[in-house]
């Protein structure tokens, strides 16, 4: 598939925009690798193939271990995930698919209990904007498999 156009050349100062949002995120004080675990769900969701190459980097490169991430698409019932992140992924969930009957109250009781406020504003923030990314991503064709990843770290086993 090839790239339709390159969304950082034409719009410099949207792609700054949206980098903005994202580095604002990762200093928020919510987890890195709860946002990037959160982001990696969204983006098998959406289905985007640049995203989940990104985001699957990231959080091998942040030592995520292979179990976690094979199991991220069936969360509910895998045992690896804290109650905090299961929370998190529900409302991931919710958000990403707002169409289908918006975000019920359950799932909202559920991260509330798990999140302060701000917190939570935070975490909605960060599901919008991996859904902005995606559908960027999805939309342009950006192309996956060239991402690397800032962190080097050791994976986890």
Known sequence: MEPRISFPKVTPEGFA????????????GLDESLINLICLR?????????CLDMHWKDLRAAGESEQRLYGL????????????ERAALAWTEAVTNVRNGHVPDEVYE???????????????????????????????????GTYQPAKAHAAKS
């Open 17 to 28: 925009a949206m980098l903005a949002l994202s580095n604002y995120l990762h200093k928020s």
């Open 42 to 50: 969204a983006s098998q969701i959406n289905g985007c193939a640049f």
């Open 73 to 84: 698409d069936a969360w509910e019932e895998s045992p690896y995930y804290s109650e905090r």
């Open 110 to 144: 559920r991260v509330r209990k798990a999140f302060t406020p701000k917190e939570l504003a935070e975490l909605t923030l960060a599901v919008t904007v991996i859904n902005s990314w995606n559908r960027i991503n999805i939309a342009l064709r950006t192309p996956a």
